[in-house]
């Protein structure tokens, strides 16, 4: 959910090395692609590790390695949303080497560990992109950064056997050793990975910009008595429940979801939320897809301003990532900063007017019209495409990857 007011700023993007580009000139019919979940995971960054010795239980089989058509899958050690999205078939914070194939360190492989030349399992705590990554009883954990990368991490899961240390802390996945058996997390329990977790509802990010706090929240028909629309992943309380439709900051799949009039858009801080889209009547900026309201009414975001949802732009533009904002940027607003990862801003999409290549998602503005992404260059964040992403490129589709197909 996001939950903060912003002024949006003009992001300054000339110089940035973004895409291959050709020509201009609008190539082929647009296809669409669905965001992440609205129930989001913690927000962990994945690295790589060096390599190490991994015990010799690990689960599953080795998998055979997938290459990819035409660039549309991610090479090792790229940032990714899902092992679907890696040439390699297995993702940990970047792309990685799956459970058996061969490395030559241990960031090389989804678990982090290298032993004799080939990715083995890991314990508690340590990284994975499925079960196999984990020796003995721990399973792999998965959750989705506010970046947009999906990460893993070994832990016992729900019914397994579990102690509490001295200083009480426990390798259950939920931190929840109740009897000596994992056990999961009750209704407004904060430091969820995913849904899974939960006893009942859905694990949501409450965070806005910032990042890193995610919790447990009822679904509709449940009691909304102690802490209001906050305990409601639909962000609705009504006489004491939580509402059936997502209001502006619920979760959603589709808008389906959402309450009368509002869209479900794909933000890059916390995943699929319900908005008030483009020209329609608002309270509050955090209610607007754009994150700008004036005037009591939701207001698009011109080209280069910073953006983080796909129905933030003017017509004929997409938020599109664009350049790696390295450590949080100090902005004018309440809260530390936006998080580090790739940036998005509006630009222009292939065939819409330019004055100059920043205008331009390409990057290239040709006869005062804008050119075209090519095979393999960026038309999304990684496992979270902007539906008008696929506009920018040559062959109008953009892949789970996030590239140009």
Same mark, same amino acid.
């Given at each position: 959910?996001?939950?903060?007011?912003?002024?949006?700023?003009?992001?300054?993007?000339?110089?940035?090395?973004?895409?291959?580009? *050709?020509?201009?000139?609008?190539?082929?019919?647009?296809?669409?692609?669905?965001?992440?979940?609205?129930?989001?995971?913690?927000?962990?960054?994945?690295?790589?590790?060096?390599?190490?010795?991994?015990?010799?239980?690990?689960?599953?089989?080795?998998?055979?390695?997938?290459?990819?058509?035409?660039?549309?899958?991610?090479?090792?050690? &790229?940032?990714?949303?899902?092992?679907?999205?890696?040439?390699?078939?297995?993702?940990?914070?970047?792309?990685? &080497?799956?459970?058996?194939?061969?490395?030559?360190?241990?960031?090389?492989?989804?678990?982090? /560990?290298?032993?004799?030349?080939?990715?083995?399992?890991?314990?508690?705590?340590?990284?994975?992109?499925?079960?196999?990554?984990?020796?003995?009883?721990?399973?792999?954990?998965?959750?989705?950064?506010?970046?947009?990368? &999906?990460?893993?991490?070994?832990?016992?899961?729900?019914?397994?056997?579990?102690?509490?240390?001295?200083?009480?802390?426990?390798?259950?996945?939920?931190?929840? +050793?109740?009897?000596?058996?994992?056990?999961?997390?009750?209704?407004?329990?904060?430091?969820?990975?995913?849904?899974?977790?939960?006893?009942?509802?859905?694990?949501?990010?409450?965070?806005?910009?910032?990042?890193?706090?995610? #919790?447990?929240?009822?679904?509709?028909?449940?009691?909304?008595?102690?802490?209001? !629309?906050? !305990?409601? #992943?639909?962000?609705?309380?009504?006489?004491?429940?939580?509402?059936?439709?997502? *209001?502006?900051?619920?979760?959603?799949?589709?808008?389906?979801?959402?309450?009368?009039?509002?869209?479900?858009?794909?933000?890059?801080?916390?995943?699929?939320? +319900?908005?008030?889209?483009?020209?329609?009547?608002?309270?509050?900026?955090?209610?607007?897809?754009? #994150?700008?309201?004036?005037?009591?009414?939701?207001?698009?975001?011109?080209?280069?301003?910073?953006?983080?949802?796909?129905?933030?732009?003017?017509?004929?533009?997409?938020?599109?990532?664009?350049?790696?904002?390295?450590?949080?940027?100090? /902005?004018?607003?309440?809260?530390?900063?936006?998080?580090?990862?790739? !940036?998005?801003?509006?630009?222009?999409?292939?065939?819409?007017?330019?004055?100059?290549?920043?205008?331009?998602?390409?990057?290239?503005?040709?006869?005062?019209?804008?050119?075209?992404?090519?095979?393999?260059?960026?038309?999304?964040?990684?496992?979270?495409?902007?539906? &008008?992403?696929?506009?920018?490129?040559?062959?109008?589709?953009?892949?789970?990857?996030?590239?140009?197909?």
């Amino acid at each position: 959910m996001k939950n903060l007011c912003v002024t949006l700023l003009p992001l300054l993007i000339a110089g940035c090395p973004i895409n291959t580009v *050709v020509g201009g000139g609008n190539t082929g019919s647009v296809t669409t692609t669905s965001g992440m979940s609205g129930a989001t995971g913690s927000s962990v960054t994945g690295s790589g590790r060096s390599s190490g010795t991994g015990g010799t239980t690990g689960k599953g089989t080795t998998s055979g390695t997938s290459t990819g058509d035409g660039g549309s899958c991610l090479s090792l050690g &790229e940032p990714c949303g899902g092992s679907a999205a890696c040439c390699t078939g297995a993702c940990n914070g970047v792309c990685g &080497e799956a459970f058996g194939q061969e490395c030559l360190a241990g960031n090389d492989c989804s678990s982090g /560990v290298c032993d004799g030349g080939v990715c083995s399992c890991g314990s508690d705590g340590g990284g994975c992109a499925a079960d196999q990554d984990c020796c003995d009883s721990f399973s792999c954990s998965q959750s989705t950064t506010v970046q947009g990368t &999906e990460v893993g991490r070994c832990c016992r899961p729900t019914w397994a056997a579990c102690e509490v240390s001295g200083e009480g802390s426990t390798d259950c996945c939920t931190q929840n +050793c109740v009897g000596n058996l994992c056990a999961c997390m009750p209704s407004n329990s904060g430091g969820c990975d995913n849904d899974g977790d939960c006893c009942q509802g859905k694990c949501i990010r409450d965070t806005g910009f910032q990042g890193g706090n995610t #919790y447990c929240a009822d679904g509709p028909g449940e009691s909304c008595a102690l802490d209001g !629309q906050n !305990q409601c #992943y639909s962000h609705s309380c009504l006489d004491g429940r939580c509402g059936t439709c997502s *209001v502006p900051n619920g979760v959603c799949a589709t808008s389906a979801d959402c309450c009368g009039g509002l869209t479900c858009a794909s933000f890059t801080t916390s995943g699929l939320d +319900c908005c008030v889209a483009n020209g329609l009547s608002c309270d509050a900026g955090a209610d607007c897809c754009s #994150y700008l309201c004036s005037d009591g009414s939701c207001t698009c975001l011109s080209d280069s301003e910073r953006c983080f949802s796909d129905h933030a732009c003017c017509s004929g533009s997409a938020c599109m990532p664009l350049v790696d904002a390295g450590q949080p940027s100090s /902005v004018p607003w309440l809260g530390p900063g936006i998080p580090s990862g790739i !940036q998005s801003a509006c630009c222009r999409t292939d065939g819409e007017s330019c004055v100059a290549d920043g205008d331009c998602c390409s990057w290239s503005c040709q006869n005062q019209q804008c050119g075209c992404v090519a095979t393999g260059g960026r038309c999304g964040l990684p496992g979270q495409v902007a539906p &008008e992403g696929a506009q920018a490129c040559c062959s109008g589709q953009c892949s789970a990857a996030g590239l140009c197909q």
